[in-house]
């Protein structure tokens, strides 16, 4: 509303109308700003360094199209003996269009299965960046594209 | 906000032995993620549960850092290998410094 309010005396009555009504928009979430992919970069860099990062192995779960961001299902699941010797040791989970790329890290020990699930918030529309770190030392890498139909209005 | 805080777990309460059984919790917790405003402008502080943990007989098999992009009542599925009978303790890590936890026996027979 604010800009909308400033800039009356110098744009059309379209443009005001369209700047309200994306200041409404814009004030329905709270978690609009910084959407940095190079946030979930620097993250992975951080961690792993240079590392090659191969593709597979993770099956990431997450709907291609989320109606309400608040509350996305998210499974993750790593293909692995989850032997002694060979099991999955670490998992994190990035957002790429949030103001904080960190989702979820998870921490697993040998036996059982390398699969969790859980809830997640989403600012808008983006991707899922998910890394999986074996025993081994070898990483990979998926990534899930999320659609997020803004405003709950039921698209 | 005050949050009434109330975990609920399904598990099942015996097992075949070697049988993978899934764990599903559920806490109730706002997880403000300090990235809000009140209504005067000012930043509501972060406070969400930070740390979960599933241990086994004492033993630890399943952790999860959680980051303010976790949903509030937050929700984790996960799996464990049944292998012998035991108490499962289930623990949350609140950012004010609580630790909620809960615990389940698992008969294997």
């Known amino acids: 509303m604010f800009t909308a309010t400033q800039h009356k005396q110098t744009t059309s009555r379209r443009t005001v109308v369209i700047a309200s009504a994306a200041a409404a928009l814009a004030a329905l979430l709270p978690r609009l700003s910084s959407a940095d992919p190079a946030a979930v970069t620097a993250a992975l860099k951080k961690l792993y360094g240079d590392k090659p990062m191969t593709e597979g192995h993770i099956k990431l779960d997450v709907p291609p199209i989320a109606e309400n961001g608040l509350v996305v299902p998210l499974n993750v699941e790593v293909e692995s003996p ?74 | ?32 993620t300090g990235q809000r405003k009140d209504a005067a402008g000012k930043t509501i502080p972060r406070k969400i549960i930070n740390k979960f943990t599933a241990a086994f007989n004492g033993k630890t098999f399943f952790e999860a850092d959680w980051h303010p992009a976790i949903s509030a009542n937050p929700y984790q599925s996960f799996y464990f290998k049944a292998q012998e009978s035991g108490e499962f303790t289930f623990t949350w890590k609140d950012d004010d410094g609580s630790v909620y936890t809960a615990t389940s026996n698992l008969t294997v027979g």
């Open chain 1, 82 to 155: 989850m032997s002694e010797t060979d099991y999955v040791t670490t998992v994190h989970v990035f957002a790429d269009g949030n103001p904080l790329p960190g989702v979820v890290s998870y921490h697993f020990q040998p036996g059982g299965k390398a699969s969790a699930g859980t809830r997640v918030r989403l600012a808008q529309t983006q991707n899922v960046v998910c890394v999986a770190e074996m025993s081994n030392g070898q990483v990979y890498m998926a990534k899930a594209n999320v659609k997020v139909t803004i405003g709950g209005c039921g698209g």
């Open chain 2, 1 to 32: 906000m005050s949050t009434q805080v109330k975990p609920r777990i399904r598990i099942p309460a015996t097992a075949a032995k070697g049988e993978l059984i899934e764990i599903k919790t559920l806490m109730s917790h706002a997880m403000e």
